[in-house]
């Protein structure tokens, strides 16, 4: 029957590989997660395709400070939108390029944009095929009211040169909103809602969407397959965190709440584990050598 001594020592050698282990699995989860984490004052930024009839694009942000670009979207076609992706606050060259085509080759259009920390953008392909321009749109993230959803509409139909949004039943989303100008955000009720969508006093086009609480939206008005109009719903954050839209990706990232910069929330937890476990092997060692002393005085 094995002695009190040795029953200690296998507890603490237990203990101790129960902390190697917590701590891999800690480190284990940082590595998984390191090339999303980032650190906290990023800026978000994503990319939207959205002038009608344009083959599909890459959209690519290069800092004027030197450094590597980054892809925003490496293949757009009309309609879609990337996920947010973080950046440095600073300078950025903004490229569209044909889909596939090398970051290093001339870019199709061009721009400029200063993006700061803690702000979002959009970076929006717009106009005609005839005419297309990149604008930067602002991201208003604030959350909205208990019960509500925030919504901007961005006319982004060719057919029309204005449009209005209205919702069955409900209120008036935009009311002769100008192509490619996207509108201020405004609070509505959420839920299911049919919105029609109207220009120069033709026939309404409509279209069903789910606005989930505490959801912040863009309304895209794009040309549907047929003629008429079709609404794409971009959700831009959702949840009462209003995390940007591909930043809850980053789950305990850098900017998790009560996490020192740049240091995962896993790790963290891992750590703690570490300690506590440390602390309990610790305790027991000093209270064996007491006893030891005890017994031979």
């Known amino acids: 029957m094995p002695s009190t001594a040795h029953r200690r020592q296998r507890s603490t050698r237990l203990s101790l590989l129960l902390a190697v282990l917590v701590g891999a699995l800690a480190l284990s989860g940082w590595s998984a997660s390191s090339a999303r984490a980032a650190v906290p004052g990023d800026a978000w930024v994503r990319a939207a395709h959205l002038v009608p009839g344009l083959e599909a694009m890459q959209v690519v942000a290069r800092p004027l400070s030197g450094g590597s670009p980054s892809v925003l979207a490496e293949r757009a076609a009309y309609g879609d939108v990337a996920p947010y992706q973080r950046l440095t606050p600073g ?103 049919t919105l029609q969508t109207t220009s120069g006093g033709g026939d309404p086009t409509s279209t069903t969407v789910d606005l989930a609480a505490g959801g912040i939206y863009t309304l895209a008005v794009v040309d549907r397959d047929g003629g008429g109009f079709g609404i794409q719903v971009v959700t831009d954050a959702a949840g009462s965190a209003t995390m940007p839209v591909g930043g809850a990706a980053t789950g305990g990232g850098g900017t998790a709440a009560g996490s020192p910069a740049g240091v995962p929330g896993a790790v963290l937890a891992g750590a703690a584990l570490l300690a506590v476990v440390g602390a309990r092997t610790r305790g027991r060692a000093v209270r064996s050598q007491r006893r030891t002393a005890a017994r031979s005085s």
């Open 91 to 193: 300078d950025y060259s903004v490229e569209l390029r044909p889909a596939g085509a090398p970051t290093s080759s001339a870019p199709m259009l061009s721009s400029t944009v200063v993006v700061e920390a803690g702000r979002a953008y959009t970076l929006a392909g717009l106009g005609s095929l005839q005419s297309p321009r990149l604008a930067t749109l602002k991201d208003d993230l604030t959350p909205p009211a208990a019960g509500t959803v925030r919504v901007r509409l961005l006319p982004a139909a060719s057919s029309a040169d204005q449009v209005t949004v209205a919702a069955v039943g409900g209120p008036v989303v935009a009311r002769d909103a100008v192509f490619g100008q996207p509108t201020a955000y405004a609070a509505v009720p959420a839920g299911r809602w």
